[in-house]
């Protein structure tokens, strides 16, 4: 073993950890009375529309996106948050058929409200609507889901659900530590379909800070719009998923006390009180496109023409299968496989970068044939997990021995520098602190991955996940013009320095380099505490 990776022999710490968490499962299992998901439930089995071509949208993508010997999907990135949101509204206000939805979280907040309540006029007027959300983050919100479900033409189900149904996300976890092996795997997925016409996909969950809204931070992110037969494919995916054993209908788990009808109330009273209030979205993004609800409305949408791979995770990946689960998914083999590929150069943005054996050996051949590799995440001031970015920061020395190019998102004083309009995707809006949570690669500016998945140990082993590898130099060049445009003057280059500082922080102020010999924002009392705690965290968690 090399002594680059010789944090992962944590054998001893681990297995204290795992015993301790063991008892503790055991204990709080005795105390929850071992609360156990229902045994008898009634999923139908439903599949997208087909009967869709009689629509507007069906007609606006075989404009945009016609067929061709190809088999080319017509696609559009949406870079800023406004307009990505405005997206999905206009969509949902344009469908006419089935609506199909695919989330991690829909928060309960400005957003997710009125995505919501978009969704519940859809219903009113006969769209199908389903709404397939990850049950982790979906905490306190049974009688709003409820609520929702118990609308017409209205079906919401949620994905491997944790026994305990009361409580705070983590207090929910701990009390059903007695199945933490499976309460543990997620569903990670971000679909939005149309008419089995138009989706979008990519890392925005329906929340407040993916699109701007919120203060103190807001996350840096991307979509992408699809037409074609890349959303054909991204059906199939969403019916698997909707008809998998894993997948329960809120009705089977909502606390008793509310009928349908009470919980129906509580929805439109609750979306009422806290009012959807629209957002704005820009007239132009930061690649000059005018919005998708103003192409609709205008009868032309633009896309550029390619040839996609639909990647994705199966359902199956939630089972408890022991040992078997450790292997990758498929979207993550499906990355590295296109890392491999790579002649000249290889972009990675991922917020969380924790890369482990496989990926590490994919990027050291890379770096020993010549390839240039170059990866974007965040640095501790903007990230969300600290605890992961610990994680990642075991790893910075090996790559950059091996040559990757690390670059590191700043705060604050970054953002402060440029507000120009059109710095979204860089810093987040003004007065917020931007924080990545786009999910890219790019390789030899020909070939583009986009999706859910983050590059560590999680997205690999226990979260499903689900992408587009795309082959356009255009929306490549579009992604690599982004990230080195927007993102190279807000961010710390991470170097290796000379003896007694192994690694300096260097930064851009006009014509002058900034160099910081320890790492901004970590203090001695963070770092003990953090260090002691990736002690006894497996990576896998991370």
């Not at 790019?442 to 998945?453: A, E, K, P, R, T």
């Amino acid at each position: 073993m090399t002594a680059s990776f010789k944090h992962l022999s944590l054998h001893r710490a681990r297995a204290w950890f795992v015993a301790t968490l063991a008892l503790a499962a055991l204990w709080v299992g005795m105390l929850a009375g071992c609360a156990s998901l229902p045994g008898d439930v009634d999923r139908p089995v439903s599949v997208a529309h087909t009967d869709v071509d009689h629509t507007r949208l069906a007609a606006l993508a075989a404009e945009a996106a016609p067929q061709d010997e190809r088999l080319r999907s017509g696609l559009r990135l949406l870079p800023s948050g406004d307009q990505a949101f405005e997206a999905r509204i206009a969509l949902i206000h344009a469908a006419e058929k089935s609506i199909d939805v695919q989330y991690y979280q829909i928060a309960d907040d400005a957003s997710g409200l009125q995505f919501l309540a978009a969704l519940c006029d859809a219903a009113g007027r006969g769209v199908r609507v389903r709404v397939l959300l990850d049950d982790l983050q979906a905490s306190g919100q049974d009688t709003l889901l409820a609520g929702f479900a118990a609308k017409p033409n209205v079906e919401l189900r949620l994905f491997n659900p944790l026994p305990v149904r009361d409580g705070s996300v983590g207090g929910r976890v701990l009390f059903s530590a007695h199945e933490f092996s499976r309460v543990n795997r997620r569903m990670h997925n971000k679909l939005f379909i149309a008419d089995n016409s138009f989706a979008i996909s990519g890392g925005r969950n329906i929340a407040d800070e993916y699109f701007g809204r919120s203060e103190p931070a807001n996350f840096i992110d991307m979509d992408v719009l699809s037409a074609g037969p890349a959303v054909r494919e991204l059906g199939a995916v969403f019916d698997a998923y909707w008809n998998s054993p894993h997948a329960y209908p809120i009705a089977s788990l909502a606390t008793a006390g509310a009928t349908p009808e009470a919980a129906r109330q509580y929805f439109d009273e609750h979306v009422h009180q806290r009012g959807a209030v629209a957002l704005q979205a820009s007239v132009r993004d930061p690649l000059g496109q005018s919005s998708v609800g103003s192409q609709l409305a205008s009868g032309h949408v633009e896309l550029h023409l390619a040839r996609v791979r639909v990647i994705a995770d199966t359902p199956q990946k939630a089972d408890n299968a022991g040992a078997a689960s450790m292997a990758d998914g498929p979207v993550m083999s499906g990355n590295l496989e296109l890392m491999q590929s790579a002649q000249t150069e290889v972009l990675i943005a991922s917020p969380y970068f924790v890369p482990g054996r496989r990926t590490m050996a994919v990027l050291q051949r890379a770096t020993g044939e010549q390839v240039r590799v170059s990866v974007i995440t965040n640095s501790l001031a903007t990230t969300d997990e600290p605890l992961v970015h610990f994680g990642y920061a075991r790893y910075r020395t090996a790559l950059l021995d091996m040559g990757v190019a690390l670059y590191e998102l700043m705060p604050g004083d970054g953002e402060a520098r440029d507000t120009r309009e059109g710095r979204e995707f860089a810093s987040g809006p003004h007065g917020s602190l931007g924080r990545l949570h786009a999910k890219l690669a790019v390789v030899d500016g020909q070939w583009l991955s986009i999706g859910s998945m983050n590059m560590d140990r999680r997205s690999a082993h226990c979260n499903t996940e689900m992408g587009l590898i795309v082959d356009s130099a255009d929306l490549a060049g579009q992604v690599a013009s982004l990230l080195h445009r927007e993102r190279l003057p807000l961010s710390y280059e991470v170097r290796k320095a000379g003896a007694g500082h192994p690694l300096q922080w260097v930064s851009q102020a006009g014509a002058n380099e900034v160099v910081y010999h320890a790492e901004p924002n970590l203090k001695w009392g963070r770092q003990l505490r953090l260090s002691l705690l990736s002690m006894l965290v497996d990576e896998e968690l991370l």
